[in-house]
């Protein structure tokens, strides 16, 4: 894979600038991607994992997901029982410890996904809320 990059006449920008990427120009390897960061236009070929990369999403408070793979030692919550804010959820034991999972906002359960017992992976939903 080459690399070429180009020397630029301008000023250099602040080191703020965020790299803006231009058309791509085919290229014997496949597209050959032209962007401009700090005031030096550079030519790169983006990888397969760049292009079948997950999109970012915010994380939604009502959802609430394993932290850390383990099991689920104790239930506290019931379907369509409030809660409020600090309130304990579950109990989740990873790596010899008891972790207490939280409530981060007030509301209703809408769904336990889990119960005692179950062994969880990371980013495994645990719980709905309303």
């Known amino acids: 894979m080459k690399l070429t990059r180009k020397a630029s006449s301008e000023k250099r920008k602040a080191k703020s600038e965020k790299p803006k990427v231009v058309e791509p120009v085919e290229h014997d390897d ?20 760049f292009h079948d990369r997950k999109p970012y999403s915010p994380p939604n408070p009502k959802l609430i997901h394993a932290f850390i793979p383990g099991m ?20 989740l034991k990873a790596m010899k410890m008891n ?7 007030d509301g209703t359960i809408k769904k336990v996904h889990v119960k005692k017992g179950d062994v969880v992976v990371k980013n495994q939903l645990l719980v709905e809320l309303k």
Request: aromatic fraction near 8%.
């Open 30 to 49: 496949g597209q050959l991607y032209a962007f401009t960061c700090e005031g030096a236009e550079y030519m790169t070929l983006f990888t397969r994992k």
């Open 72 to 91: 689920i030692v104790k239930v506290n919550i019931k379907e369509k029982t409030k809660i409020k804010k600090g309130e304990p959820l579950l109990s």
């Open 99 to 105: 972790n207490d999972i939280l409530s981060s906002i």
